[in-house]
């Protein structure tokens, strides 16, 4: 009788530790950086359209990783958010985007770190 | 005198004693454990402090919007007017407590600069029929700017785009008292009637530390409520937060799912989404940063007009002390514990049972 004894508590045992372990990381692993991956440049021109064209662009690099608003996450089991936004501006044009992270889908939202602004030089 | 219970009776094949009958009896040390374990496992896990109890008059805590300047960083308000880039403190003070409620002096203050090399720093106002007004003198659209900071000097027009500045420095601070309901943390009139809901702390004692919690942060936000759900984050499901005051492994944390309003598209906003993630320190319930880069509250919303923020809302003073919790917490993990305890005690009982069975024989 000892040894189902034994193998009961050894399962128990594992069990509980597996069931006990926290999540490796709470965050995800191969946000891509920016600095390194994009370079938004600096542009010498200014316009609406300019504006909108790097939003887009912005946008549009991220959601290739898979970084899209549907939940399709880069790393299982992780979600992201997209976060375009741009600035009208005659002296200070500007366009960026943020991206958010969870391991849930209806949250907490957190930062990536994979900000991304691009100033525009104002029309000349 | 047996104390025993019967736990287990098989009938039939058994390994060692194949046409017994195996009665497992187990003595009253191994049911009171078992009793205990089973308390464990269905007792629910909360935190340990009462609500509010650090709460004395002269408690206070100070805020930073934006540490360091980004031009990311704004402000949006209720008149169309945007301002970037916001420099800010918002602090409150506890001036008198009763049984039931406490009265928090406010001051709130946002700076926009002006920076000359590069014309940046203004409040704007993205339309058309801004700079028509202007054109005409007529200035009254601008509401959030105290009037002795609209001088001539500093609007200028602009047709493409249109757009209307008011140059920097700008400078929007307010004071003010609120009463909060201790009970409910909702901020209440001198008749005692609710008019919205204060964000700055939160009783850590009513959330569960599994599971989330619905509640109304914000009574009011471009008319509609913004509700968030409450969570514990043991280090599992967010990261760190790093704040003037260190680093919290382990927080309370309010949010929402990313949460649209057509309205912002109105204040030029081409994503009229807001984000919120709250995040509170575990003992005392205090806000620790908005870690979202976006913080909103009643105060912000129906007393100046900010329906949107951009930039990292944090902690940077206070007197409020936080216990240090550096021990292992094992709370989370006491429903296991019990599981592993129950595991172990009919082990044991049957290891028992079996050695007596074994030297009777």
Not at chain 1, 62 to 85: I, L, R, T, W
Not at chain 2, 27 to 45: D, G, K, Q
């Amino acid at each position: 009788m000892k040894k189902p004894c034994i193998i009961g508590f050894t399962v128990a045992l594992v069990l509980s530790f597996v069931l006990v372990a926290p999540a490796a990381s709470a965050k995800p692993r191969g946000i891509p950086n920016w600095d390194e991956d994009y370079d938004t440049g600096s542009h010498q021109s200014w316009a609406y359209a300019y504006i909108y064209a790097m939003w887009n662009t912005i946008t549009k690099q991220y959601q290739q990783h898979d970084h899209q608003n549907d939940g399709d996450a880069e790393e299982p089991g992780y979600y992201y958010y997209v976060y375009p936004s741009h600035s009208y501006d005659k002296y200070y044009p500007s366009a960026g985007t943020q991206v958010y992270w969870s391991n849930n889908p209806d949250g907490p939202w957190y930062p990536t770190g994979a900000y991304a602004w691009a100033q525009l030089s104002p029309l000349e | 005198m047996d104390h025993g219970i019967p736990l287990v009776r098989t009938r039939g094949h058994n390994f060692l004693h194949s046409s017994r009958t195996v009665t497992v009896k187990i003595s009253p040390f191994l049911r009171a454990i078992l009793a205990i374990s089973l308390f464990l496992c269905t007792r629910p896990v909360r935190s340990s402090p009462s609500k509010s109890s650090w709460l004395e008059v002269g408690s206070y805590a100070v805020y930073a919007f934006n540490l360091e300047m980004h031009p990311g960083g704004l402000l949006g308000f209720d008149d169309h007017a945007l301002a970037a880039p916001v420099l800010g403190k918002y602090s409150w003070r506890c001036v008198k407590l009763d049984p039931n409620s406490a009265t928090l002096e406010l001051e709130l203050d946002f700076t926009v600069p002006k920076n000359e090399s590069v014309r940046y720093g203004s409040v704007k106002y993205l339309g058309k029929e801004f700079v028509e007004r202007a054109r005409k003198g007529d200035l009254s659209f601008i509401k959030r700017i105290p009037a002795d900071q609209i001088t001539e000097s500093r609007i200028e027009l602009s047709q493409d785009p249109y757009l209307v500045y008011v140059w920097g420095p700008i400078r929007i601070s307010r004071r003010l008292a609120v009463t909060v309901d201790l009970n409910t943390l909702e901020l209440i009139d001198d008749g005692g009637k609710p008019w919205g809901k204060w964000a700055m702390w939160v009783h850590p004692t009513k959330y569960p530390l599994v599971g989330s919690s619905p509640e109304t942060f914000i009574v009011n936000w471009l008319d509609t409520a913004v509700e968030l759900h409450v969570s514990y984050n043991n280090g599992t499901i967010g990261p760190p937060i790093d704040t003037p005051l260190g680093r919290f492994e382990k927080y309370f944390v309010a949010y929402c799912p990313p949460t649209e309003n057509k309205l912002l598209l109105e204040f030029g906003m081409e994503t009229p989404v807001i984000i919120l993630t709250y995040a509170y320190e575990p003992r005392s319930g205090i806000l620790l940063q908005a870690a979202a880069e976006m913080y909103l509250d009643d105060i912000l919303t129906q007393k100046l007009g900010v329906i949107f923020t951009r930039g990292v809302f944090t902690i940077l003073e206070t007197n409020v002390s936080f216990r240090e919790d550096n021990a292992l917490d094992i709370s989370p993990y006491v429903p296991y514990l019990a599981i592993l305890a129950i595991s172990a005690t009919i082990a044991a009982a049957y290891f028992v049972k079996e050695k007596k069975l074994i030297k009777k024989r």
